[in-house]
C-alpha cells in the first residue's frame, strides 16, 4: 500500500537544455531507478509536485507513480532531490524503486516533546538538538514518519542517547557508538555591558597626552 500517488510521463530526451525547456514549461524532471530494471527518466508536474514536497511524510513514505506509456509498476522511495540553491526550488527528483518487504534505509526526522515544560527548561536550560535525523533502517511499508523524544524529566545537563531511545517495532539504528541526540544545555551567561561613563572614560584617557615642559 502507498500513501502517495504521482502521475508521470516518459522524457524521451536527457541532458541540460532539455531539462531547462522542460521547467520552463512547468514540468519537474525525474528518473527511476533500480529494482533490477532499466532507469525510466520522466517528467513530472512542478506545482502538483511541490505540494507534495512540502509535506515531511513524502520523503519517508512509498509512492506510486504512474507512467503514462510505460508498462508495470512503479512503487518506489523518494532518494534525492536536487535543488535550486537561489530560488530553492525543486530540479530533479530521484525515485528508487522498492517493494513492501524490502529493507530500507532512510533520513527520518527527530521530533522532541514535552520539552517546554521539563524541569531543565524551567531552570532556563536550552534544549540542544545535536541530531536532527536518524538513519532508520526498516521495511519500505513501515518507515516511521518521524521518531519521537519524550524530554519531559530533562535536568540541566542531562543527554539522551541513541541507546535511551525507543525505535518503533521493526525499526533499528545501526550504530557502533552511544552518540549523542539532544542535550538539555545551561543558560548562556549574560556578558556585561559597559556603561557610558566607563567607556567615556576610557576614550579620555585614550585620546589625553601630555603636554610637554618648557
Not at 513530472?44 to 509512492?63: A, G, P, W
Not at 519524550?150 to 535511551?164: A, K, P, R
Not at 521493526?170 to 559597559?194: C, D, L, Q, R, W
Request: proline content about 5%.
Amino acid at each position: 500500500m502507498t500513501d502517495f500517488v504521482l502521475e508521470a510521463e516518459i522524457r524521451e530526451k536527457t541532458g541540460k537544455a532539455e531539462t531547462r525547456r522542460l521547467r520552463r514549461e512547468g514540468k519537474l524532471p525525474a528518473i527511476i531507478y533500480g529494482g533490477d530494471k532499466p532507469d525510466l527518466p520522466i517528467t513530472l508536474d512542478y506545482n502538483s509536485t511541490s505540494k507534495l514536497l512540502s509535506d515531511e511524510h513524502f520523503f519517508t513514505s512509498m509512492i506510486d507513480i504512474k507512467v503514462k506509456g510505460s508498462r508495470g509498476k512503479n512503487t518506489a522511495l523518494l532518494k534525492a532531490t536536487q535543488w535550486c540553491p537561489i530560488y530553492d526550488t525543486a530540479k530533479h527528483l530521484d525515485f528508487f524503486r522498492v517493494s513492501s518487504s524490502d529493507s530500507v534505509t532512510v533520513e527520518v526526522p527527530i521530533v522532541a516533546i514535552n520539552h517546554e515544560k521539563c524541569p531543565g527548561a524551567i531552570a532556563g536550560g536550552l534544549l540542544d538538538l545535536i541530531r536532527h535525523t536518524l538513519e532508520v533502517t526498516s521495511r519500505a511499508d513501515a518507515i516511521p514518519e518521524h521518531i519521537e523524544i519524550d524530554c519531559s524529566n530533562l535536568e540541566i545537563g542531562d543527554t539522551i542517547h541513541i541507546d535511551d531511545i525507543t525505535l518503533p517495532e521493526g525499526s533499528v539504528v545501526t550504530h557502533e557508538v552511544n552518540f549523542t541526540v539532544i542535550n538539555m544545555s545551561a543558560p548562556k551567561k549574560a556578558e556585561p555591558e559597559a556603561t557610558a561613563a566607563t567607556d567615556e572614560a576610557a576614550e579620555t584617557d585614550t585620546d589625553t597626552t601630555e603636554a610637554p615642559t618648557e
